[in-house]
């Protein structure tokens, strides 16, 4: 395979030559639920065996197949379809050569497969839109890179901070100058390792990772993109459909909600808003319930630094905030929806018992 990233002559301290991969993660979120049974009925869309690590449960497998052909992406490596609306790619640039020509050609590269991504997801979904429940290309899209260098057993962690600390930190920040001693020393500051040698060093849009045996990893990465797709799209879709019962869209509820004995209608947004929040609430929880680390602290302690760095627990928090705004805009429409009921029950009341006083009067009166 060419390498992508070549070697660059140099006479600094930083001009010695590693080996090893950048890994792109990309995911795409392309509607609501994808209906696997028809999908793996697309008879030009191959299917191909796929091997999860232990941590991940059955039960929210998804669905890894080969982009469609013809296709020019033989740097992407998986290519997999979540059955709540999710395509998720992932591209592998083997390089060999310095790490400071590796962070000169970091984002050119990713640029590069960004907008390869978008070209072979939406491959992807023409072949399976019509297996989608309210199919869009796309409507929110992640990115998360991860660079692996192969060690060098001739320097050690400490020498590989002190030596390229600068460049691995700009590196992971998407940047071509070198971040303050601040910066560099917080980010470094954060790394883990679990055998001696090891070294992963998590941020938000990257990580650093100095291991040559990482395979059980991986998918961590590409999960945690796909789950802050996921987070990030449920909550500007709440904020959209909060702004529109703000702007009063939701408040002239159809008379049918009025009446005795009726049920919501499907046009009632206030109904709308209570199927969105059962929908969030099941994706999210299945999202939380794909992976377990029991016996697996090095995979625990990973995960939970890809959930701090991308922020996932503020995204949730958010979402759960705006599910109770939900809860209680619910809470107040039903109310008056009671209210209402029982007023009209009352006059109802009323009335038939004025009619019959009157019939009783006329009956009288002859």
């Known amino acids: 395979m ?8 140099d006479n600094s301290i930083i001009d010695k030559e590693f080996s090893g991969n950048i ?8 509607g609501d639920d994808i209906n696997f049974e028809k999908v793996q009925q697309i008879r030009s869309l191959t299917q191909v065996p796929l091997t999860l690590p232990k941590y991940f449960k059955n039960y929210h497998t998804p669905l890894a197949v080969e982009l469609p052909r013809p296709h020019e992406s033989a740097r992407c490596i998986s290519a997999k379809i979540n059955s709540f609306g999710a395509i998720s790619l992932t591209y592998q640039l083997p390089f060999d050569g310095t790490l400071e020509r590796v962070l000169k050609d970091f984002n050119r590269i990713n640029n590069q497969f960004l907008e390869q ?27 998360y890179a991860v660079v692996q260098v192969n060690p060098d ?5 400490t020498d590989l901070k002190n030596q390229y600390g600068g460049v691995i930190t700009s590196m992971l920040r998407f940047e071509t100058q070198s971040l303050s001693e601040y910066q560099k020393n917080e980010i470094l500051a954060s790394a883990i390792g679990y055998f001696r040698g090891d070294l992963i060093i998590v941020d938000t849009d990257a990580t650093f990772l100095y291991d040559a045996e990482y395979a059980e990893i991986l998918d961590l990465f590409e999960f945690a993109n796909i789950q802050q797709l996921e987070l990030r799209y449920f909550d500007r879709l709440l904020d959209q459909q909060l702004h529109k019962i703000y702007e009063g869209e939701g408040r002239n509820l159809p008379i049918q909600s009025y009446l005795p004995f009726s049920v919501s209608v499907s046009s009632d947004p206030i109904a709308r808003l209570g199927k969105l929040k059962v929908d969030i609430s099941v994706i999210t929880e299945r999202l939380e319930s794909s992976i377990k680390f029991a016996g697996e602290p090095y995979f625990s302690e990973l995960y939970d630094l890809l959930v701090q760095q991308l922020d996932l627990s503020n995204w949730k928090h958010s979402i759960d905030r705006k599910l109770t705004i939900i809860h209680d805009i619910q809470s107040v429409y039903q109310n008056k929806i009671d ?12 009335v038939l018992i004025f009619i019959e006083l009157l019939i009783g009067l006329l009956n009288f009166l002859k």
Do not use: W
Request: hydrophobic share 50%.
């Open 2 to 9: 060419a390498n992508l990233v070549h070697s660059n002559a």
């Open 23 to 30: 890994y792109l993660f990309h995911a795409f979120d392309v």
């Open 117 to 143: 991504s978008v070209i072979d997801a939406k491959s992807i979904f023409k072949k399976i839109e019509h297996c989608i429940t309210q199919p869009h290309f796309f409507q929110m899209n992640t990115t």
């Open 153 to 157: 057993q001739a320097i050690s962690i």
């Open 339 to 350: 209210v209402t009921r029982g007023d009209i029950l009352s006059i109802l009341v009323i």
